[in-house]
Structures are given as structure tokens and as C-alpha cells.
């Protein structure tokens, strides 16, 4: 199990080299992010937010600064940060609870305890019943739990989440945000969340990062301090206003 | 053949991080150990010859200079004998492409004869028209045939509905139809089928040589190379025979490419 | 309006399970596949009869029928198709199995296709035909001639499929296999295999179809035995017939290869890949 540990991002520069011209896609970015923390990154497109999650999980390794968590520079990926992506990429000839399974292959657990933590995983994300189904029989919004699942059966400190509600329609959406609400403060894990809709920043989480584009870097940081998740209250839409107001600058 | 795939390799040996050098290694080295196996006497038989001699053989040899001449006479084979299957395989593959009538009536035919390897025709070709020239030239019109026939009947049965359902809303006669939207959208898989028809006429024209005999060509040369026992011979044949199709196979496809962006300027 | 189709329909309209049946048209329109066959069949035995031509070019059409008959009562056809299904057999299994495992190696590692990639496509160029030659210079007429040649013509396209295949597996999926650090089993159990079936498939029908070309072509210009060699020994003998029944055992055999394979094909299709 891997501890709450704080992740510092310091002074991150990553510069694509496209037809021998530099494409600059993030520059200078600093964050740090506390346990339990539910940080939410907004942004247009271009702004190197989904790039910076790449950079946080490890599928990346070039970059200028440092990425550390819990004092330890991260390099390649690594049971203690798990990401979901918008697209669910369950394997489609593995069932629900195989493919859930897939992310403890590298653990060396026993296997009653492997099984164990699956069902817990699964049950968690409210996909009980469904352990014998097959990705293609799941709609989009269970597939998104499901990939949840298997990203949290590996007990990660850091939860990053790239856009994971770009691919469900807006009714879906809303419920999804709940159940998504409800895992973290079942789970009370880290999670950072990349997304391009304000409300859904707004709601979920306890800090708004704002990035400009060309090149990626942070303009402002929002601490989200709500009496109630009310999206009419006036708090709410005070909030909402700022953080658009940020993004159109 | 795959011209494609070879000129891929090519440039990624080209373009490697130490260029050229990595994918040439084997053959060098297999190469090298080839003439050390012939010199130290360790390797005997056909295979016992001076891999300089391959080179050479064909500017120094007799038999070697052979080769230019074999070559000629291949590609005018070639030419000929594609260029009838390749029309006659349009004329049917439109054909049947366009009326379901034709369609119906040879489909069934057509796919059945087309399930006949076509090596198997050349004892049925030399007993109807002789050991000579004709033979040899009908075989490779069919090789071409088949491929071109069935490409351009299903490129023109595949053209989408809604392409169809266009030409009806505009009204346009049969004759517009076919000449405005059917043929431009079917274009591409006729000239794959004309593509596939020149690897296979290819193959067809040295097959047909080497089973046939009688007269100058790649598949005659290699033929007597090998019933003299002289592996240089049928190794530069071999090597002819693979550079030449390679070499049409790129020069048909640059031209495919240019008549396409032509042809969809005009649409 | 014709009077005849009037009349049709009177009639059709007083029984109406006679409309499907005996509409001209319909009767037609059911029978045309067959009419080609048929004008060619009548058109031949006429031109038989008539001896336009002599029967060592054209026999009758009978006398192909009962040399079939002849030939597979007698067991040369099947002695025949017993030989080349057993050389097909063997240097498919040969040819295609080592193809899978160095088209996988291709498509899986970057250093085997930097120093083996060139050298496998050089070779690939050359086709069945070429490598015949140069094969029965060394091998002779033995059976190693024809096991070479077929695995040689099932090799190429299964290597090339495997290696396509495997390079094409999604990233998405191979994002994935990294982010959760799957050990090189579970990689290759979980993911190399499942995701590549399909292409691997389509190669392992078209290597079967090449290698069915090279068994026919070798059997023709260097056998003793075989479907192949039994086509070229009626041509000797001016048999025609024999001819024909010989191009017409091989063409359905390779029809109900095909189709065999092709059925398979269809039932792995729910295995495809879709991120």
C-alpha cells in the first residue's frame, strides 16, 4: 500500500522538436499537490494539460525540472500513480473482472488476495453483477467506472484522470460526476483531473489549475471553497464566473 | 511482390540511427561466409561457385551476356500479353461491374475458372496452341485477366448507395451515371486490380518461359542454366527476374498515382 | 400492356403460389447463372462430334466425365491428392510456423528488424518460380525440393502478416500495458495474442494459398507424383481429358481451402481490436 505522499511539480518544460522547429508544449509549470487533494486542471486545447499527465504517470521521460513524489523523481510508470484515460482501452476479448485483474499482474500477491481486491475494486465503482461482461456489452459510462477500477485495485497515491467524462453524453455525465465523487471520498485518494468543462471543475474538486496555451503554462490557481456542491447556489456560479473569466483572459 | 514494402526497408535502413549499416550486416556477413565456404573447400556442389563470378557473369560469360537480350525479349512479352488481359479484363470486369444481367449470367463461371491455379492451364494452353509464342502470350493475358476482371466488377458493384442515390436525385442518364460518378469512384480498386495484374503477368510471362521453353526470355535462360548445372547462371536469371518485376512494379504504380490525381482533378 | 403478360397474370391471379414459379422472367432471371455452362457444354459437343478438332485437343465432354470417374475409381486421383495434401501439409506447418515466430520477432523487436528486415524483404521479392531453379540444383528432385519450395511460399506472407499485425496493435492498448507494468507474459498472453489473431489469420490464408501455387507449379515442372505431375502426364500423352479433370480436382480443392479458412476467419472476427 503505498502512502499519501505530496507530488511536486518544479519548473517542468517539455519542447517538441517538429521539422527541426521547436514546438514548445509546456514551460515552466510548478503545482504541488497535498493528499486527498481533488485538483482539477481546465484549459484550451494546447495547453499541454493531458501532456502533463503523461509526464506524471510516466509514459513520458523527456522533460526539463523535476516531477517528485513523496521526494523520489518519478521515471517510467509505477504502481503508486494510476491514470484513466478518455477513452476506456479496456481489452475487448477480457472480461470486466479479467481485465481488472490485468493491473495486478505485475504484484507479486497471492492470488486469493489478488481476487479479493478485484471484487473490492469492482464493487467499489458499482459495477457488482457485471463481472462476467465483456467491454463491448458495457455502456460508456460503466466502461469509464471499469477503467476506474482497474486504475484504483493497485492502491495508487495519485489518481490522474484525462478527460474522463469526454466521452459520455451530458445525462450520463452529471451521474457520473456523483459516482466519481463518491469513490474519492470512499477512497480519499489523491486525484488530479484534467477536463475542459468549468461546472464539472467546479463541482468535484478542492482546487481549479488554470493553464493558457502556446506554450502550456499555469495562469492562476483556485482554491474551491463551497458551502454545498449546489450548481444554482450563488457561491457556485460566482466561482464558475472566475474561473471562465481565467480561462478567456 | 511488394515493391511497397521493399522501399520501406530501404529507407528505414537508410534512415537508421547508424544509417545503412544495420540492415546490410547479414547479408555481407552471409555473403562472406559463402565465399569462405568456397574457398576453404568446405562447400561443394552447385553451390561451390565463386559468389565474383555472379557478378561478373554477366559481362564476361558467354552464356552470361545472354541475360540483356533474355530480358528484352521477357518485357516485350510482358507487354504484350498484359496489356491484352489487362483490356480484356476491363471489358468483362466493367461488364459485370455494371449490368447484373452479365453479372448473373458469368459470375458463377468466372469465379469457378478463376479457383484454377493458373499454372494448371499451361498443359491445356500448349496442347490447344502449340509450344510457341501464342501459348505463352495467352497465359500471360490471363494472369493479367483475372485479377483486373474481379477488381473492376467489385470496385464498380461497391460504389456507395448513397453515391448511386446522388446520380439519381440529379437525374443523370445511365450513360452520365457511369462516366460521372460509377468510373471515378470505382477508380482506385480498378488500378489495384491493374496493379495485382502486372505482378501476376509478370510472374506469369518468366513461369510461362521457364515451362514452355522455345525462344528468348528470363524463364528460357534460367531454364537452361539450370538443366547445364550452372547455379551462376540461374542465380543472375533469378535476381533479373526479382529486379525487373520490382522496377515495374514501382514504375506502374508511380504512374497509377499520377493518372489517379489527374483523373480526380477532372471529377 | 402485352397480351402475354395479361394472360400471366390471369392465370397467377387465380393461383396465387404459381406467381413465383412461373413468371417468365423469374425463370429466367433463376437459370441465367447457368446459361454460359450451358452454351459452352452443348457448343463443345458439337464442335466433338462434329470432330471439328481432333480428340487429342478437344475431347467430348463424356469422355472427360468417365475419365473422372475412371481415374478416381482407379485411385489415381486419390494416390494423387494423398501425395500433394501430405507435401502441402508438411511444408505448411514448416513454413508457416517458423513464420509466425520470426514475424513476431520482427514485429516486436526493434533490433531484429534493423538487421533482418532488409535482408528477409530482399529475399521476399524473389518468387516461388525463382527460388525452384535455384532449390532444384540442390536438392534435386527429392522430396526436401518440395517441402523447401512450399514452406519458402508459406513463410513469406505469414511473416509478413505477424509482423504488420503485431506493429499495429493499438497504442492506446500498449499505453495501457505500460502504465500497468505487465510482465512480459501477461504482454504477450493478454495482448500480443488477442489483439494479432486477426491479421495473423488473413496471412495464414494467404500463405496457404501461395503455398497451394507452389505445391501445383513444383509438381508440374519436378515430380514423379502428385495432382500436379498426374495433369502434366496426361498433357504427355495427349490426354486431354485427363487434363481437365486435373485442373478441375484443383481448382475445387483450393476452392474448399479457401472457404474452410474463410469460415474460420469470420468467427474470429469478434475478437477485433476496438480501443
Known sequence: MTEFTE????????????????????????????????????????????????????LDDVYRGEILLGGTQVSGPGADRGIVFQDHRLFPWLTLT?????????????????????????????????????????????????????????????????EPLGALDSLNRTRFQDALLDIWEAQRTTVIMVTHDVEEAVYLS????????RPGRIRSVIPVELAARDRAAPDFVALKQRVLADLRH | MSGATLSEALRAARGGAVPWS??????????????????????????????????????????????WR??????????????IGILLGLALGAAMGLSSTVERASGGSFHALRQITLFAWIPLLTAWFGNGEASKIVYIALSAFFPVALNTATGLRNVPTSYREVSRVLSLSRRQEIRRVLLPAALPAITIGIEIALISAWIGTVGAEYAIGNGRGIGTFVSEGREQFRMDIVIIG?????????????????????????????? | MNVRSVAVDRVVDRFPAVRRIWTARAVGHRLLPLAIPLIVLIAWQCAASLRLLPVQILPPPLLVATTAIDLIRGGEIVDGLRVSLWRIGIGFAIGAGSGLVFGALLGLSRTVEAYCGLTFRLLAQIPSLGWLPILLLIFGLDETLKFVLIAKASFVPTVIATSESVKQIPTPFREVARVLQLPARSYL???????????????????????????????????????????????????????????????????????????????????????
Not at chain 1, 475494486?121 to 456489452?137: D, K, N, W
Not at chain 3, 505445391?215 to 505431375?229: P, Q, W
Open chain 3, 189 to 275: 498472453r493478454r495482448l500480443v495474442l488477442p489483439a494479432t489473431i486477426p491479421g495473423i489469420f488473413g496471412g495464414l490464408r494467404t500463405a496457404l494459398s501461395h503455398a497451394w501455387i507452389a505445391l501445383i507449379v513444383v509438381e508440374m515442372l519436378a515430380a514423379t507424383e502428385g495432382v500436379g505431375y498426374t495433369m502434366v502426364w496426361g498433357r504427355t500423352l495427349f490426354q486431354i481429358d485427363i487434363v481437365i479433370v486435373g485442373m478441375a480436382v484443383i481448382g475445387l480443392i483450393g476452392l474448399a481451402m479457401d472457404t474452410g479458412l474463410a469460415r474460420i476467419e469470420q468467427r474470429l472476427q469478434h475478437w477485433e481490436a476496438r480501443p
Open chain 2, 238 to 267: 533469378v535476381i533479373a527476374l526479382a529486379a525487373t518485376g520490382y522496377l515495374a512494379t514501382r514504375v506502374c504504380r508511380r504512374l497509377s498515382s499520377l493518372a489517379l490525381m489527374r483523373a480526380s482533378g477532372l471529377t
Open chain 2, 70 to 83: 533474355a530480358i528484352a525479349a521477357s518485357v516485350l512479352r510482358y507487354a504484350g500479353g498484359a496489356g
Open chain 1, 7 to 58: 507530488l511536486a511539480i518544479r519548473h517542468v518544460t517539455k519542447t517538441y522538436v517538429v521539422d527541426d522547429m521547436p514546438l514548445p508544449v509546456l514551460q515552466d509549470v510548478s503545482l504541488s499537490v497535498l493528499p486527498g487533494e481533488f485538483v482539477s486542471i481546465v484549459g484550451a486545447s494546447g495547453c499541454g494539460k493531458s501532456t502533463l499527465l503523461r509526464l506524471i504517470v510516466g
Open chain 2, 22 to 67: 544495420r540492415g546490410l550486416v547479414l547479408p555481407f556477413a552471409l555473403a562472406l561466409v559463402w565465399v569462405w565456404s568456397v574457398h576453404v573447400g568446405w562447400l561443394s556442389g552447385p553451390l561451390a561457385i565463386q559468389p565474383e563470378r555472379i557478378l561478373l557473369a554477366p559481362f564476361d560469360d558467354a552464356a552470361g551476356r545472354e541475360i
Open chain 1, 98 to 162: 479479467e481485465n481488472v485483474a490485468l493491473a495486478l499482474d505485475a504484484f507479486p500477491l497471492p492470488t486469493e488476495e489478488k481476487a479479493q481486491r478485484v471484487r473490492d475494486a469492482i464493487a467499489l465503482v458499482g459495477l457488482s453483477g457485471f463481472e462476467r461482461a465483456r467491454p463491448a456489452q458495457l455502456s460508456g459510462g460503466m466502461a469509464q467506472r471499469a477503467a476506474i477500477a482497474r486504475a484504483l485495485v493497485r492502491r495508487p497515491a495519485i489518481l490522474l484522470l484525462d
Open chain 1, 206 to 213: 478542492t482546487r481549479i489549475v488554470v493553464m493558457e496555451p
